[in-house]
């Protein structure tokens, strides 16, 4: 099997910073694009930032300038930076990688259970 486990969500003041962490872990040959969603109540679930294996990285406009996106490929682990934290920033957030399985040639989506990241004003 293949998961992701998802942990530094929690409740932080505007302003703040949080760190989230994702480590994959199973029957794993290789790992490509990695990143990171969120879905606020009532809203679809939106971009936040994409990091390629080789550490390139895209964002969406919402986390420009405050939020660093980051891998470790060694411990298969993406990680999301978050400062200057707003309300708006609320959201459950969800980390993805695309995966390809031991002796198995196509790449599958695979996804996190969530964690909650709550910015008080």
């Known amino acids: 099997q293949v998961q992701l486990v998802e942990s530094g969500g929690g409740l932080v003041q505007g302003g703040g910073s949080l760190r989230l962490s994702c480590a994959a872990s199973?029957?794993?040959?290789?790992?490509?694009?990695m990143g990171w969603f969120r879905q606020a109540p009532g809203k679809q679930r939106e971009l936040v930032a994409t990091?390629?294996?080789?550490?390139?990285?895209d964002y969406a406009d919402p986390a420009k300038g405050r939020f660093t996106i980051s891998r470790d490929n060694a411990k298969n682990t993406v990680y999301l930076q978050m400062t200057m934290l707003k309300p708006e920033d609320t959201a459950v957030y969800y980390c993805?990688?695309?995966?390809?399985?031991?002796?198995?040639?196509?790449?599958?989506?695979?996804w996190g259970q969530g964690t909650q990241v709550t910015v008080s004003s």
């Open positions: 993805y990688a695309e995966i390809r399985r031991l002796f198995t040639a196509g790449l599958r989506d695979y």
């Open positions: 199973g029957s794993i040959g290789s790992i490509n694009a």
């Open positions: 990091i390629a294996r080789d550490g390139v990285a």
